[in-house]
């Protein structure tokens, strides 16, 4: 059973840090770029950020770049996300996705329909 669990969320104020992690276990995603979503009740869910197989490229959104950071350790089977300087906008919940196609990182890796495999989501709440 392939399981992608994510951890790291919590409370923190604003201008905080908190680093998000992502275990998947089931089958290895050494060869699929990953990524990370969020999402606000009452609002679809929002790409934040991507990295491919390798790591070799990384996509950010523009609401997040250079504050969120995100990294992939293969040998772990787990995919990162540094948030710093947090602000109360960036609360949400943050879920953790695969891309199902191996090696791919095209113009989709910022669309959730391209992801195949969720994870259940983790709660960051940033207070102002």
């Known amino acids: 059973q392939v399981q992608l669990v994510e951890s790291g969320g919590g409370l923190v104020q604003t201008g905080g840090s908190l680093r998000l992690s992502c275990a998947a276990s089931g089958r290895t995603f050494s060869r699929n770029a990953m990524g990370w979503f969020r999402q606000v009740p009452g609002k679809e869910r929002e790409f934040v950020a991507a990295i491919s197989w390798r790591g070799g490229s990384i996509y950010t959104a523009d609401s997040v770049k250079g504050r969120f950071t995100i990294s992939r350790d293969n040998a772990k089977n787990t995919v990162y996300l540094q948030m710093n300087s947090l602000k109360p906008e960036d609360t949400a919940v943050y879920y953790c996705?695969?891309?199902?196609?191996?090696?791919?990182?095209?113009?989709?890796?910022?669309?959730?329909?391209?992801?195949?495999?969720w994870g259940q989501g983790t709660q960051v709440t940033v207070s102002s």
């Open positions: 996705a695969a891309v199902g196609r191996t090696y791919y990182s095209g113009a989709s890796i910022y669309t959730e329909d391209e992801y195949d495999y």
